[in-house]
Every structure is written in C-alpha cells, then in structure tokens.
C-alpha cells in the first residue's frame, strides 16, 4: 500500500512472520535488519508491528537515539511494563511509577527486581544495568510463561552509552535466553556485519542478517503507478524517475508527493525545487549530511574525494593523481568513508551508495560552492540545462537497441575487477566484439567479446530468467566447444 507509505515489501514481513512464529515454539532466530537510511527499515518493522498481536508475546520496541543509560534505562522498563499491560483491560498511562505501581500484583518478582535496577540508577551504580534490563525478560516470562520480542532501532547507538563490556555481556545473554528474541537495526551496515561477525558471532543465538534493499525497477513502477494514477506524467518520465531515484522509497515518494502538489507537473522544475532551492527539503538533507565530515581535519579530503567519486572518478589511482597524494593516505580517508557506508568498494571501483547524492555532489554542491554570486544564478540555469539534459540523453538511450548499448559497455572494460553480489570478475578487455543470433526459443540476440584468454557469450532476455532460460542458454553456448563463463 501507498497510503501508509508502505509499499513492496512483503518477502521482509514474511521473514519477521517466520521467526517470530518459531519463537513461539521454541525456535529462536535473532534478526539483523540493515540498509542505508532512508531506505524503509522502520517502515517495514512499524509497518510489521501494527498488524502483530499475540497475547504470549510482549514486544519490546526502542528507538536509540544519543541518550545517557539511565533514560534508555527507564524508557525499557516503561514499554516493558505498557505492553505487558496492554494485554489486559486495565486503563493505561505513560508514567513509570504507574506502570510499576499496577505491575505489582501480576509479576511481583519482576517488579522487584526493576526497583532494584532503579535504585541502582539512583546511586550510580551502572556497570551492569544493560545485562540487568536484559534479564528482566527471563524473570517476565518465568512469572507469566509470556515470551519478549526485544527490538533496537539503530541500536549502534548503544556504544554512545559508555556501558561497559556490552557485547561480552549480551553475548552471554544471547546464548541463555531462549524465550527471548532480539531484532537489531541499523544504517550503519559496516560496522554492524563487523560487529555481528566479531562481538557477536556465537555457536547459540546468532544473528540472521537481512539486508533491505532499494526497490526493483518493477516495484518502483507499480509505487509510481499507484501513486502518480490521477496525473498526466508520461511513462518515459516515470521510468527516469526510477532511474534517478535508484529505486530509494524515500526519493520516490518525495518526487511524486510534489508532482501531486501542481496541476502541470515539470519533472524539471520539481528536482530544482527539491535539490537546488536551499529550502528544498533534498537539499537540506545532503547540506546536513555533509556537515558530519565538517569538525574533521581531513573534511577536504572527504568532500573532494566524495565529488570527484560523483564526477566519474572512482578508482583509487586516478583519485590519487587528481589529488596529488599517496596511495596510501587516501586508502586512510576512503577506508572512513566506508566505514560510515557513504561509499561502496566493489573491486577496483568505488561508488556512492546514494545515487541522489551523488547527483547533488556533482551538479549542485561543488558549483554552488565556486560561484561568484550571492544567488548562485548561474549555478542554477546550468543545474537546469544538466537536469534537462540527462533526462533527453535517458529517453535517447531507452529508444537504443539493447545490443548496441551493451556493446558501448563492453568497450569500457579495461582489465580491472569489480564485485557483483559477492563475487569478484574480471572485466576482460576484449580485442573483438560482435552480435550473436540464437536459434534457441527464449534467446535471439546475443553479443560474443573475445579477448586473449577468454571468451564471452552474452544472451538478452527481457523479461524474468528461468532455469529452462539458463538451460537453453547452456546448450546454446557448447557449440562454441569451450570454457563457459556464467550466464548473463
């Protein structure tokens, strides 16, 4: 659904709804929900929890944003207490001491031991309160038999609390709650698979981790269909919105929320409102997010490397001749970057993970940066004629034969790596490139790049690839009596 602002993403609530059933009949698989902001995470645990409802199952649901321990504390105990609470019919209050005072005589035990962490809070005594509150869900379920669904948002932030041996800690209690299941999410998906495969890789306990992902081309479509059915805005338009957006829910929804607002929507004039107008709310996203780099003393090496990575720089040597330093300085500055997941290694390339970002970097950001006037209204006809001229080049590219473009591709291959779904491939540098034509049923057009050691045979297929496709292509490549690659 649109209107909720959730859309296309039912394989991640089926994985919530499987484990969370398993934990039920005492299987328990702990979740790692990760992807970049913006990305729909929140969306689709808020979106999972509205429609949950199990009366053995008390969830546990905590937004961490930089706050001391003793609030985390006390914002624990009270959704403890609320949603144990919320089961029965008893009128309910966001106050703790109301929470613990109509507690009292369901789970006495319990309470008692939330007093004893609260007195503790008072006296400073902190070292051990996270694995305290952790517990409590053992006690909880001892007193009512009633399992706790524990979820942390951006639980990284943790860290911020200064608690001592955190992960050594949860580490115990992950391996002996066994009626406790933890989902953990994060934007930081570096550091968290660091974490996940260092501090808490356990035998017992361990993490699935899932990865959300942008939508699909054909997802993103059905959201604009869905979203833009009572404009006017043409299919070609739409298909660069996709294109442009990177298939970001966000990005989607913000580009086709302000086409909604206009009777004759401009594609043009709402991505300059939106990314070059420094109110536009795109704008002030990336202005903000730059600044995270600003208090650095390396922040010029940061925002340059970031710019010239959006201007097609994106391998390490050329970006080391460009700046003039050594490789191995800027491996420094481009491994921070990965850390906080604002760039992507896949082989001998780096790429912003944002591509909005990017575009931003490229047209708006560096050229306000040089301008001369107060305005930057220079800046701003060229930003346009940029806009106006990558949507002419995408509808001149989506009219060319899918041939000939793959074939301008393949000419780009210069003998370096790449990474592509955890696989490194070499892209061949290829001495000859020409059409194939298939006799096979689903396969009709082909490209063969031959190079020095190898040889590539390529097959297009519009639509989704079957195992009969694959198969086919198979047999299709044996008459060349050689070495297959994978199919494409």
């Given at each position: 659904?649109?209107?909720?602002?959730?859309?296309?993403?039912?394989?991640?609530?089926?994985v919530l709804e499987k484990r969370i059933k398993g934990l039920k009949f005492g299987y328990r698989q702990n979740i790692a929900i990760i992807g970049d902001e913006l990305i729909g995470k929140t969306s689709i645990m808020t979106n999972f929890l509205n429609k949950f409802y199990d009366n053995q199952i008390i969830v546990i649901y905590l937004e961490i944003p930089p706050e001391s321990l003793a609030l985390f504390a006390r914002r624990f105990i009270g959704v403890l207490l609320y949603n144990f609470l919320s089961h029965g019919d008893i009128p309910l209050k966001e106050d703790l001491d109301f929470l613990v005072e109509k507690s009292s005589k369901y789970i006495p035990k319990t309470i008692e031991k939330i007093k004893s962490i609260l007195t503790d809070l008072q006296k400073r005594k902190r070292n051990t309160i996270f694995?305290?509150?952790?517990?409590?869900?053992?006690?909880?379920?001892?007193?009512?038999?009633?399992?706790?669904?524990?979820?942390?948002?951006?639980?990284?932030?943790?860290?911020?609390?200064?608690?001592?041996?955190?992960?050594?800690?949860?580490?115990?209690?992950?391996?002996?709650?066994?009626?406790?299941?933890?989902?953990?999410?994060?934007?930081?998906?570096?550091?968290?698979?660091?974490?996940?495969?260092?501090?808490?890789?356990?035998?017992?306990?361990?993490?699935?981790?899932?990865?959300?992902?942008?939508?699909?081309?054909?997802?993103?479509?059905?959201?604009?269909?869905?979203?833009?059915?009572?404009?006017?805005?043409?299919?070609?338009?739409?298909?660069?919105?996709?294109?442009?957006?990177?298939?970001?829910?966000?990005?989607?929804?913000?580009?086709?929320?302000?086409?909604?607002?206009?009777?004759?929507?401009?594609?043009?004039?709402?991505?300059?409102?939106?990314?070059?107008?420094?109110?536009?709310?795109?704008?002030?996203?990336?202005?903000?997010?730059?600044?995270?780099?600003?208090?650095?003393?390396?922040?010029?090496?940061?925002?340059?490397?970031?710019?010239?990575?959006?201007?097609?720089?994106?391998?390490?040597?050329?970006?080391?001749?460009?700046?003039?330093?050594?490789?191995?300085?800027?491996?420094?500055?481009?491994?921070?970057?990965?850390?906080?997941?604002?760039?992507?290694?896949?082989?001998?390339?780096?790429?912003?993970?944002?591509?909005?970002?990017?575009?931003?970097?490229?047209?708006?950001?560096?050229?306000?940066?040089?301008?001369?006037?107060?305005?930057?209204?220079?800046?701003?006809?060229?930003?346009?004629?940029?806009?106006?001229?990558?949507?002419?080049?995408?509808?001149?590219?989506?009219?060319?034969?899918?041939?000939?473009?793959?074939?301008?591709?393949?000419?780009?291959?210069?003998?370096?790596?790449?990474?592509?779904?955890?696989?490194?491939?070499?892209?061949?540098?290829?001495?000859?490139?020409?059409?194939?034509?298939?006799?096979?049923?689903?396969?009709?057009?082909?490209?063969?790049?031959?190079?020095?050691?190898?040889?590539?045979?390529?097959?297009?297929?519009?639509?989704?690839?079957?195992?009969?496709?694959?198969?086919?292509?198979?047999?299709?490549?044996?008459?060349?009596?050689?070495?297959?690659?994978?199919?494409?």
């Open positions: 659904m649109v209107k909720d602002n959730f859309f296309g993403r039912e394989a991640y609530l089926a694995a305290e509150l952790l517990t409590l869900c053992e006690v909880i379920h001892q007193e009512t038999g009633k399992s706790c669904l524990v979820i942390f948002d951006e639980f990284h932030n943790l860290e911020n609390m200064q608690i001592k041996d955190l992960y050594r800690e949860w580490s115990k209690l992950l391996i002996l709650q066994k009626n406790t299941m933890y989902i953990i999410i994060s934007s930081m998906k570096f550091k968290v698979k660091a974490i996940l495969s260092k501090q808490l890789s356990l035998l017992f306990g361990n993490f699935q981790i899932v990865e959300v992902e942008p939508f699909d081309i054909k997802t993103s479509e059905g959201y604009l269909e869905h979203k833009l059915n009572e404009t006017n805005l043409n299919i070609g338009l739409r298909n660069f919105i996709v294109h442009f957006s990177g298939g970001y829910p966000f990005y989607l929804e913000v580009i086709a929320d302000a086409l909604l607002k206009i009777d004759k929507p401009n594609l043009a004039d709402i991505l300059e409102s939106l990314l070059f107008i420094p109110s536009g709310i795109l704008h002030q996203r990336f202005s903000n997010y730059l600044k995270r780099f600003l208090d650095s003393s390396y922040a010029q090496d940061y925002i340059s490397i970031l710019y010239l990575i959006s201007s097609g720089h994106n391998k390490l040597k050329d970006l080391a001749h460009i700046l003039r330093k050594q490789k191995k300085e800027l491996a420094l500055r481009i491994s921070y970057l990965l850390e906080l997941d604002t760039i992507t290694r896949a082989g001998d390339f780096l790429r912003i993970n944002d591509r909005v970002f990017s575009f931003w970097l490229k047209f708006v950001y560096q050229g306000k940066l040089h301008s001369f006037t107060f305005d930057a209204k220079n800046q701003k006809s060229l930003f346009r004629e940029n806009i106006e001229e990558m949507i002419r080049e995408f509808f001149l590219n989506a009219q060319r034969p899918i041939t000939e473009r793959m074939i301008e591709l393949l000419r780009l291959f210069e003998d370096e790596t790449t990474q592509i779904e955890g696989r490194k491939l070499r892209l061949t540098h290829f001495k000859e490139i020409k059409p194939l034509e298939f006799n096979g049923r689903n396969f009709k057009d082909g490209l063969l790049g031959r190079s020095s050691d190898s040889l590539w045979i390529m097959g297009f297929k519009q639509d989704l690839l079957t195992e009969d496709d694959i198969s086919e292509f198979t047999k299709e490549c044996r008459k060349y009596h050689l070495r297959l690659t994978d199919p494409v």
